[in-house]
Every structure is written in C-alpha cells, then in structure tokens.
C-alpha cells in the first residue's frame, strides 16, 4: 500500500513538471528509477497516464482524470502536515513565494530578513516572475502581486502603499530626440520593453490623465524582464522605461533621469499578499504573512 501512495506521488511530480529529470530531482530519485515507478502505476491501472516523447510529457485522457482526482487529496494531507508542523514553538518548512523583481527588492525581502533570523528552521524560496503564476497549480504558498491582478477566491492582506508608474530617459537621450506632450509620441522614442513570460508579449504602458485611459504599445532596442535593467538602460541613454515611479525618484533628484508625460502618470492599487482559500495555511505561513503585513503598517 505504501508503494502505490509512493507511485501516485511520483506520477503527480511529473504531471505538474511535465518533465521527468525536474521531477526525479525534486523527488531525490534517479530519472530511471521514477520512469519505472510510473510504468508499474500504469501497468497497474493498465491505462498509459502519460505521453512521452524526447522532448516533453504530457498527460493523456486517463492521466488528466486521475490527477484531478487524487493532486486536491495530496495538497490537503501536505497542508495538514504543514498545519501540524506549525503547531511547535519554531515553525519549520519551507514557504515558498511568487513574486516580481520590484516587490522583492523593494519591501518582501527586507521585511523578512528579521523573520529569518528568529527562525533559523524556516526556509524562503523567492521566485521572480511577471507571468502572474497561477499559485495552486504552481504550487507557491504565497503570491504577492498588485491588488486588481488577484482572483477573487483568495485571501489578500495589503503589504504596500498604492503604486504611480511613470516613464523616464536621461537628460542626454531627451536631448537628441523631440519632446513628448502627448502619449501618440511615444512612437518618436526608443523605448525599453519589459517581456512578460506567460503571455508571450510585451508589458504595454498603461497611461492616464483624469478620465483618460490608454494603454500603449511601444518599440525600442531593448527588452528586458527585470525592472533593474530597464532603469540601467535608461540611465545609461538607450531609451524611456515606463517603471515604479519611487525606483526613479532618487535619480530624478540627482539630475540623472528625467520625466516623461509626467502628467499621464497611472496609480495602481498597491502589492497585496495572497493564499488560496482552499489549503490551510501553515504557522509558517501565516508569520510571513503577517511580516508583510507589519512591515506595511509601520511604514518600514
């Protein structure tokens, strides 16, 4: 019995990493002794659960019906563990968060750095991304994304002030090319791109200015998919970058980057942090939570 709940937890590491050498390693197995796990599951069943080419794997009819039915069963014994785990005076495990580079940098990592430190037996894994990554399947703790891109089944605590995008260039790239009094004007720049990974596209630039909205396509010489190197980019001259605006602020008051359409600058609902409604959160969870949250409240 032991090894058909091994042989299920095994066939549900591949489904979700649709790869058998990322699954084997996250299973501490070698890739051969898990593809033969796996062949035994479905000689069992006697139905193949999953197509496998030189290049990838991907799950048959039968192998979707059997995920559906057995992952939710899983998550909620691991939740349950973790639950239990959290229930001694130092929580352990890992969490594991989703995030952007900005958010990171800005308020997420500093605010846990002191919850680290009083428990040396709790574990981060802070992954960027701007794909807005779908935390139940991907299997993340914690999401924290801004507050109007959250679904509305999760619980979401606000961790940061509203957020102002603005676009910015140098005072030498602003020099040789003409000034921008409108949006439409966009088209006369080299403008520095942010890729989002998931959509297959580039971040367009929302723009507002009192009741109007617009959001802009632009071109340029460079895209990136870090918020960093965009500002890099343009303090070093190669273009606007449309970016938060407190990252900039610094550099605007040192002379070396200037705004852009100041005026057309949007505020978003600021970063929330966010867990599904249908796992219980672990003590380890909840404390970083309430970290982000702190960190909000008091100003830090």
Known sequence: MN???NDLAGFITVARERNFTRAAAQLGVSQSALSRTVAGLERRIG???LTRTTRSVSLTEAGERLLSAIRPRFEEIE???ASLR???NRPSGTVRITTTDYAANTFVWPRLQPLLRRYPELKIELVNDYGLADI????FDIGVRLGDQIEKDMVAVRIAPDMTMCIVGSPKYLQSRPHAKRPQDLTLHSCINLRL???DSLLPWELSKGRRELQVRVEGQLTFNNVYQMVDAALA???LAYVPKDLVEQYVRAGKLAWVLEDWCP???GHHAYYSTGRKSSRAVQLVVDALKAGYQSGR
């Open 79 to 81: 939740a349950e563990v």
């Open 197 to 199: 990974p998931t959509r």
């Open 47 to 49: 139905l193949q659960l």
């Open 267 to 269: 505020t978003f609902v």
């Open 3 to 5: 090894e058909d709940f």
């Open 136 to 139: 139940v399947a991907d299997r």
């Open 86 to 88: 959290g229930m001694t």
């Open 237 to 239: 001259g190669f273009g």
